[in-house]
């Protein structure tokens, strides 16, 4: 059953059950009574016990419902004949699975094919088990909630409360979302670490992960991240600053400081567009147009063998990229600053220029750090331009343009590659991961701090 047929059940539901208390409450409620005891409050509440056990009840039947379904299936008849092995048994039994979802291919291997009847009749059955649960659980809920539409019953504040624990819930799913990430990528990472020394993995210069290598005492030798971390760092945190926070800064003081009130009320929303162009279409841009460019120019200079693939192309395009978050960062500090401070400056003779140079930008400086810190953790943590422009060569170079790589793109690199998820080369890319998340975890928590003090400076 498809989830949104389940949301459209349990809302008609949750509606028949609203008008039902609520139509029961009516007749009891006289008006003189408590505010507590409203019909609309005792519909609600009746609504929330039909639809929450449901919806409760529903998510964990779809959690225990795969190992079910794989149970059935390796007990039924037809699976003795699958091969010994788990992987290749795994394999054919996918393939049933997608067979019998109606996935438009059918299935091709000849073993899948005669497990796709069977695994279709289990899989109906395990749904109309998962339907028929989810539908005692609403009516069991909506019975119990009919019990409770009483003239006495205070159901304005048990609906409060429903709805408190609802927003309790939604906040959490961030803090749970955020526990989740830093679990798995911990996890996979310790398995690699048992494999792999972590100081050849973080101070070893020497990057050339094999997923067929033999595992052995040699392998972390193979495993050095230094050459990522350098270039993850040159085209996100040197190169797309040098040209993020210059046009990014200067927009934002023209537009607070010279623009008149219409050229701005354009001129803003068309910046901040660049927020939400997709990636992969600034990668494209860098690999067709800029790219180009930056080979035929380091040619001109007389750079030897010019590349397509350069850490130059991607960083400029990254900078274009990121303008909008110091632009707007800079806009929202610069405008925060007190109108005294700009008047006493004046007032004191300075001109326009020196007020900006002397008073706006120091006053507003720690947000405009702020911005610079959570464009870099924007930047070091893009994949698709540096994918399609920068090049896979890891190597420790300051010539930008040389060809380098980055860890978001190793990581994208050797998760899609055909080799054994278990292997400790595959496995680099959760350490990689659990860098990157520390760094970009530290650059926003200490923008968020700086931010937080410049606030309380001028509130």
């Known amino acids: 059953m498809s989830p949104a047929l389940v949301l459209l059940v349990l809302i008609a539901l949750g509606g028949a059950a609203w008008f039902t208390a609520r139509r029961r409450a009516q007749a009891l409620y006289t008006g003189r009574g408590s ?12 609504a929330l016990w039909v639809v929450l056990p ?5 998510a964990i039947w779809n959690a225990i419902a795969p190992g079910l379904v794989y149970g059935a299936i390796m007990a039924h008849p037809a699976a003795q004949l699958l091969p010994a092995m788990d992987m290749e048994r795994d394999a054919i039994i996918s393939e049933a699975l997608a067979a019998a979802r109606n996935n438009g291919f059918g299935a091709f291997r000849p073993e899948a094919a005669a497990l796709t009847g069977p695994v279709a009749e289990i899989l109906a059955r395990f749904t109309w088990i998962g339907a028929g649960l989810t539908l005692v659980l609403a009516l069991a809920g909506g019975a119990f909630g009919y019990t409770r539409v009483t003239k006495d019953f205070p159901a304005r504040t048990k609906v409060e409360r429903g709805v408190l624990g609802l927003l309790l819930a939604a906040s959490c799913v961030a803090i749970v979302t955020t526990l989740g990430i830093i679990g798995s990528l911990v996890f996979e990472a310790f398995i690699f670490f048992t494999h792999v020394s972590p100081i050849d993995f973080l101070f070893g ?3 050339n992960p ?6 052995n005492a040699e392998l972390g030798k193979k495993l050095g991240a230094v050459p990522l971390f350098w270039g993850t760092l040159f085209i996100g945190a040197i190169i797309a600053m040098i040209v993020a926070v210059p046009l990014g800064l200067m927009s934002a003081i023209y537009l607070t400081q010279y623009a008149s009130a219409g050229f701005r009320r354009w001129v ?3 910046l901040e567009i660049l927020a939400g162009v997709p990636t992969v279409v600034y990668g494209y841009f860098a690999a067709l147009t800029v790219a180009p460019l930056v080979r035929d120019f380091a040619a001109s200079i007389g750079i030897p063998n010019p590349t397509t693939e350069s850490a130059l192309a991607a960083g400029l395009v990254m900078g274009v990229m990121i303008i909008p978050f110091v632009s707007s960062m800079a806009d929202d500090s610069i405008a925060a600053v007190p109108q005294a401070m ?3 400056s004046l007032a004191m003779g300075a001109t326009k220029s020196e007020t900006i140079r002397k008073v706006l930008i120091p006053a507003a400086l720690p947000g405009i750090v702020a911005g610079v810190m959570l464009a870099i953790s924007r930047a070091i943590g893009e994949t698709m331009i540096v994918y399609m422009a920068a090049g896979a060569a890891a190597r420790l170079s300051a010539n930008p343009f040389d060809s380098m790589t980055t860890v978001t793109y190793q990581i994208a690199r050797l998760l899609t590659g055909d080799g054994d998820f278990a292997h400790p080369a595959t496995l680099s890319a959760f350490a990689l991961g659990l860098v990157l998340f520390v760094v970009t975890l530290a650059l926003n928590i200490v923008a968020l701090r700086v931010v937080k003090r410049f606030r309380e400076a001028y509130e």
């Open 35 to 46: 505010l507590k005891a409203m019909p609309n409050y005792h519909g609600l509440h009746m």
């Open 54 to 58: 449901a919806l409760i009840g529903w």
């Open 205 to 207: 210069t020497n990057w």
């Open 210 to 215: 094999d997923p067929f290598a033999p595992i």
């Open 268 to 270: 803003k929303p068309a």
């Open 342 to 344: 700009r008047d006493g």
